[in-house]
C-alpha cells in the first residue's frame, strides 16, 4: 500500500516529529511532508526513535521541507524580502542549512528535500538570478551525493519563468512540488495550465486550494480543498494526464480543529478523484 500510486499524505510541522506522526496515524493517512525538526532532533538516539516510529505505525516520510528563521509571509514585500535565498544577507547561511537538512534527512532515509527558494527574478542578467543559479546548483549537487531529489515549491512565480530557471540550473535531481494554490494565493498564472508546462519536473505536490487576491500587493486566500478556484477534480485528471504518480499531499495552513475537519473532507474528496 505504501508504494501505490497518487497514495494520500499531509503536511505536518517538525517542531516534535514524534507527535506529527501521531497525528498523521490519527487521520489514518500513509505518508507525509515534514517541515525539517529543530537540530536537537538531528542526535543518534532521537533520529532512531523518529526511524523507529514511523516503522511502527507504517508512515513514509516522502520530503522533508526546509524553513528558515526570519521568513514572513504577510504580503509580497515582505516574502521578497524575508523568504527563501533570494536577501543575499542571509543567502549563505540558509544554504548551509539546506546543506545539513540533507544530511539529516538522509540519516532519516527521505530521498526528497524541498523549499520555497523565494521569488525568482524575471531577468536572466539580474546578479540575484545568476546567483540564485549557482547557489542551487551547489544544493542540488551536495542532494545528488546524498541520493537525494531538490524540490522547489511553486507559485511565487508563473510557470514559464520556473521552467527556464530549472532549465538553466541544469540538474536531473531538481525538480518541483506543484502547489496549484499558491499560483492562485500570488496571481501567478493558471494551475492547470502551469502543469502543462512544468509537468515533466513534478516531483510531488499539495493538494491545497484558494482564490487570488482582490488587490494587488496582497496574497489570496486559502480555502478548503474544493472550496477554493483550483478545481481540484481538473487537477487530479491533469496530474493522471502528465502521468504523476507520486503523492498526493493534503496543505491546509490553519490549526486546531478545523484544520482537521478540513483535512479529512479532503482525504475523502482525493479517495474518489484519485
Ligand atoms: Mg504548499
Redesign the pocket.
Known amino acids: 500500500m505504501e508504494n501505490e500510486p497518487m497514495i494520500i499524505g499531509m503536511?505536518v510541522g517538525g517542531n516534535d516529529p514524534i507527535a506529527s506522526l501521531e497525528k498523521v496515524e490519527s487521520l489514518d493517512i500513509a505518508t507525509c511532508q515534514m517541515y525539517v525538526p529543530p537540530e536537537e532532533w538531528w542526535v543518534k538516539d532521537r533520529l532512531e526513535l523518529i526511524k523507529k516510529t514511523m516503522q511502527e505505525k507504517g508512515i513514509r516520510i516522502t520530503t522533508l521541507v526546509c524553513h528558515f528563521e526570519g521568513e514572513e509571509w504577510d504580503n509580497i514585500a515582505t516574502i521578497k524580502r524575508t523568504v527563501g535565498l533570494l536577501n543575499r544577507a542571509t543567502r549563505e547561511k540558509r544554504v548551509k542549512k539546506i546543506l545539513s537538512s540533507s544530511d539529516f534527512a538522509r540519516n532519516l532515509r527521505v530521498k526528497v528535500l524541498q523549499t520555497h527558494i523565494g521569488f525568482i527574478p524575471l531577468e536572466r542578467n539580474d546578479p540575484d538570478y545568476q546567483g540564485l543559479v549557482k547557489v542551487l546548483q551547489r544544493i542540488v549537487d551536495y542532494c545528488k551525493k546524498n541520493n537525494q531529489t531538490f524540490t522547489l515549491?511553486t507559485?511565487q512565480e508563473e510557470a514559464q519563468t520556473l521552467a527556464i530557471f530549472i532549465e538553466d540550473v541544469n540538474r536531473p535531481n531538481l525538480g518541483v512540488?506543484f502547489?496549484p494554490?499558491?499560483m492562485l494565493l500570488y496571481d501567478a498564472g493558471n494551475p492547470i495550465e502551469a502543469l502543462d508546462i512544468l509537468g515533466k519536473h513534478v516531483i510531488g505536490v499539495?493538494c491545497?486550494d484558494g482564490k487570488r487576491p482582490t488587490k494587488k500587493g496582497e496574497l489570496g486566500k486559502e480555502y478548503p480543498l474544493g472550496e477554493g478556484d483550483v478545481d481540484i477534480r481538473r487537477f487530479i485528471d491533469k496530474l493522471k494526464e502528465i502521468g504523476y504518480t507520486g503523492p498526493l499531499t493534503i496543505?491546509r495552513e490553519i490549526a486546531g480543529e478545523k484544520q482537521i475537519r478540513d483535512i479529512l473532507k479532503a482525504k475523502e474528496l482525493l479517495e474518489k478523484l484519485r
Do not use: L, R, S
Open positions: 503536511t515549491e507559485g512540488n502547489d494554490a499558491n499539495h491545497k496543505e
